[in-house]
């Protein structure tokens, strides 16, 4: 029997990038999609990780596991570290942060990274994540996210991308979101640096991990 994997977003837009990593890497994996895209709009207006915001998330872990039956759970919200590892304590099926896979992957390299995001809270909580000694620097992709939220995709990747050539030197950069993989080809064309999505670094390690 294939695994069948829990998908839980805070945002829409992190739904379509997950399901293309997921059919071009790992297609005989059964998915089902949890979205509460209220997380994302109250954890901008309380400007941080409440206790309230922590137990949806252990809500969201128990309904995906107990009730959905779920072999595993990855989170595909960037800005929900410690609730997200409150999960991870309370189920007992493996629980996969967005940004954990892309992580490992880019301090593998031991390159400086630049870490782009759409969504500030993302920089905020991604940053204390990397190990010590790898150098990263963070930059944010003014309007981008809003762009995309109203249709203008081409517009989100175009901001993007011009976000990116700001960066000083890095040997790679990092996508901090998921709603960011589908500007990959173009930041790669306008940079010429090797670009980790976390979709794709995620379904990596998910099929690692349980095929193991």
Known sequence: MAPRIALISALKLSIAPIAESFE???????????????????????????????QRFIALGRYAVRLARADAILFTCSAFGEAIEAVAQDVDVPVLKPNEAMIAEAAALARPIGLLATF?????????????????EPRLAPGALAAAE??????????????AAGFNAPGAIALAQFSLARAAPLIEATTGLQVLTTPDCAVRALKARLSA
């Open 24 to 54: 071009r890497l790992w297609p005989e994996a059964a998915r089902l999609n949890l979205l509460d895209d209220s997380l994302s709009v109250d954890r901008q207006a309380d400007g941080r990780l409440t206790e309230a915001m922590v």
């Open 120 to 136: 500030a809270p993302t920089l905020e909580s991604m940053l204390e994540e990397f190990p010590h000694g790898v150098a990263v």
């Open 150 to 163: 109203t249709g203008d995709f081409e517009g989100h990747d175009r901001l993007a991308a011009q976000a």
